[in-house]
């Protein structure tokens, strides 16, 4: 029997894929977060075998981070509505053992949470691929900025929220922009945004807010 823990933030959503992959005589769902914390208690005292887990949890890739702290106690596998480039580098990277979108059909879900169980990545062709040629992953301390950055902060103000100098930001912004080919500011944000790097709900300009790990 494979003990199935959802990680999804929208209500109904969670409940109807509990509803539909409980209808597998080899699964059982033991659990369903909407939130990372209330999956790491839930991974402590279910004792998951696979994670389904949603990347945007509270409007940023909070599943993630929950991946990055978690891998250990469960094979996870990720999946969002986005596509993205980025997302497919990340899952790979961080140690996944899948990638699906929510467009997947349920039998491919099912199939992709069996082999998972089984020790089988779950990572099609196209998103292996994708991965291998996806740009260089920011740093942690360039996340950060870049988050602040697509939300319009100014140097000033990403400055006093990372708690470093203004030219520390003018030199991580100049190193950016040869690495990522962009232009200006605008540019760099908007590609950012398209790999899936940040997003637009991240929170308020706060230290707490740029921390990956808050």
């Not at 409940?15 to 597998?24: K, M, N, R």
């Not at 990638?99 to 196209?126: C, N, Q, Y």
């Not at 939300?151 to 103000?157: H, K, P, T, V």
């Not at 030199?171 to 760099?188: E, V, W």
Request: net charge negative.
């Amino acid at each position: 029997m494979i003990r199935l823990l959802i990680v999804e933030d929208h209500p109904a959503m969670g409940e109807g894929l509990a509803a539909l992959l409980a209808a597998d005589p080899e699964l059982e769902v033991v659990g369903l977060a909407r939130d990372a914390a209330t999956a790491e208690q839930l991974l402590a005292d279910a004792l998951p075998d696979v994670v389904l887990c949603d990347v945007m949890l509270g409007g940023r890739d909070a599943g993630f981070d929950l991946l990055a702290r978690q891998r250990e106690r469960a094979a996870f596998l990720m999946y969002s509505a986005f596509d993205l480039q980025g997302y497919h580098a990340k899952a790979v990277s961080l140690g996944a053992a899948g990638f699906l979108t929510k467009t997947a059909d349920p039998a491919d879900i099912l199939a992709a949470i069996h082999a998972v169980d089984e020790g089988r990545p779950a990572f099609s062709s196209r998103v292996l691929a994708s991965a291998r040629e996806a740009p260089r992953l920011p740093t942690r301390r360039e996340l950060q900025l870049l988050r602040l950055l697509a939300r319009g902060a100014s140097n000033d103000e990403m400055a006093g929220a990372l708690g470093i100098r203004v030219k520390t930001i003018e030199g991580m912004l100049r190193r950016l922009f040869d690495r990522y080919a962009s232009a200006n500011r605008t540019h760099l944000a908007r590609y950012a945004l398209e790999q899936g790097w940040v997003s637009l709900g991240d929170g308020p300009l706060s230290r707490q807010a740029t921390d990956p790990g808050a």
